[in-house]
């Protein structure tokens, strides 16, 4: 089993930067694949940005596209998203997950069977 663990939410100025964490623990092959989600009130929960964890390989969203990074570190058995040039429409409760390999192929929800808390993100302008 996977047990995952976020951190790093906050309050940012629009424009300004946050670094979310993900701490992973747990049989590797049930995490093939560590994908960020968001879900804004009333909004559907939507993914931001998967990777690969066995290869590093990398997807983003449009919206977040060349503003956030999804990386790991092994060391540390985290997994990041760093969020920059934040915008208010990018408030949201930010949830990691992880799964089989599909899960970064599709980017649906039910295929990520561990999902932490959530950690809340508000950008004010």
């Known amino acids: 089993q996977v047990q995952l663990v976020e951190s790093g939410g906050g309050s940012v100025q629009a424009g300004g930067s946050l670094r979310l964490s993900c701490a992973v623990s747990?049989?590797?092959?049930?995490?093939?694949?560590v994908a960020w989600f968001r879900q804004a009130p009333a909004k559907e929960r939507k993914w931001v940005a998967v990777?690969?964890?066995?290869?590093?390989?990398?997807y983003y969203g449009d919206s977040v596209k060349g503003r956030f990074i999804i990386s790991q570190d092994n060391a540390k058995n985290t997994v990041y998203l760093q969020m920059n040039s934040l915008k208010p429409e990018d408030s949201a409760m930010y949830y990691c997950a992880a799964g089989p390999g599909t899960g970064c192929s599709l980017r649906r929800q039910n295929d990520f069977n561990a999902w932490g808390q959530g950690t809340q993100v508000t950008v004010s302008s």
């Open positions: 747990g049989n590797i092959y049930s995490r093939n694949c």
């Open positions: 990777i690969y964890s066995t290869i590093g390989t990398t």
